[in-house]
């Protein structure tokens, strides 16, 4: 069995980062293990959230592995607590990683042309060197438009396929860019295979309302597909499928559940995977 390692909060009530990595990541049947960033009370939708930062635990956590010696399949990186993190990241990845281990960096910082309550304006230009690191990266277009530096509008098709092939040469890698849209019955992904310079989309019918943490549903399920053996094109479709059933399932609950979506009811799609 793989195992992988997957570094990103805990917010304690929210359906976001491990809470839903860790189950999603192990439907694939991929032993996962966590570091957590951060333990918040819950995501920073919520006003008041808590926060408890663990950037100085990550080097401890590395130097008993490295004794243990503790190696990973795959990493995936997600919502980062602070700055430092990103160089104690470096470290663990380059000190644990197996030979040809797969890194999925989701530069989880923004949405709807905002960075998310407390990170600092110069914190994308962080981000970015740890996107450096990654094989693969699966932004939304806020986070594209950060990591580019370019205004964040709406794009015509040429122009975003420019973007996300300006964006997997600056980083040297793979881009998926998620919430893509060109008509208002339908929502996907745009994969720019970087090895192959090859671009592809998958599209589902669109669900009208907006949910918290739909990008970590499909990061998750994005990296699972990925570990298992598919390629980029199959996983963004993979992901795609996921994320548009747990958004479809929590659409009559939406006033409700507005913080996070049922993905519950969805693992089954992952584990009868072929
Ligand atoms: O879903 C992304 C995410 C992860 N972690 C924290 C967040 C958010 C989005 O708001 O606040 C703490």
């Not at 042309?113 to 407390?118: D, M, V």
């Not at 996107?131 to 806020?142: G, H, R, S």
């Amino acid at each position: 069995m793989k195992r992988i390692l997957t570094i990103q909060d805990i917010s304690c009530v929210g359906q976001c980062s491990l809470t839903v990595a860790l189950p999603i990541i192990s439907a694939f049947g991929i032993e996962t293990a966590v570091i957590p960033t951060a333990v918040l009370s819950t995501h920073t939708a919520f006003q008041g959230f808590t926060f408890h930062d663990l950037t100085e635990e990550l080097p401890k956590i590395l130097k008993h592995w490295e004794k243990e010696n503790i190696r990973f399949d795959g990493f995936y990186t997600g919502y980062i607590g602070s700055v430092k993190q990103i160089e104690y990241i470096k470290d663990i990845m380059s000190h644990t990683a197996h030979p040809n281990a797969i890194k999925v960096v989701d530069p989880c910082m923004a949405d709807h042309g905002k960075l998310y309550a407390g990170f600092a304006e110069d914190f994308p230009k962080h981000m970015l060197e740890l996107c450096k690191e990654a094989d693969v990266i699966v932004p939304n277009l806020t986070e594209l438009c950060f990591l580019l530096d370019v205004p964040y509008k709406e794009y015509k098709k040429e122009e975003l396929e420019d973007l996300v092939k300006q964006m997997g040469k600056k980083i040297d890698a793979s881009v998926v860019l998620t919430g893509v849209s060109f008509h208002s019955d339908e929502l996907g992904a745009l994969t720019y295979d970087r090895k192959n310079d090859k671009l592809s989309y998958y599209f589902t019918k669109r669900v009208p309302v907006f949910f918290h943490g739909t990008g970590d549903c499909f990061a998750s399920a994005f990296f699972g597909s990925v570990v298992k053996g598919f390629t980029y094109e199959k996983a963004a479709e993979v992901a795609c499928e996921f994320t548009y059933r747990a958004i479809a399932n929590t659409e009559a609950d939406a006033k409700q559940h507005w913080y996070g979506v049922h993905f519950e009811e969805a693992l089954g799609y992952l584990t009868s995977l072929k």
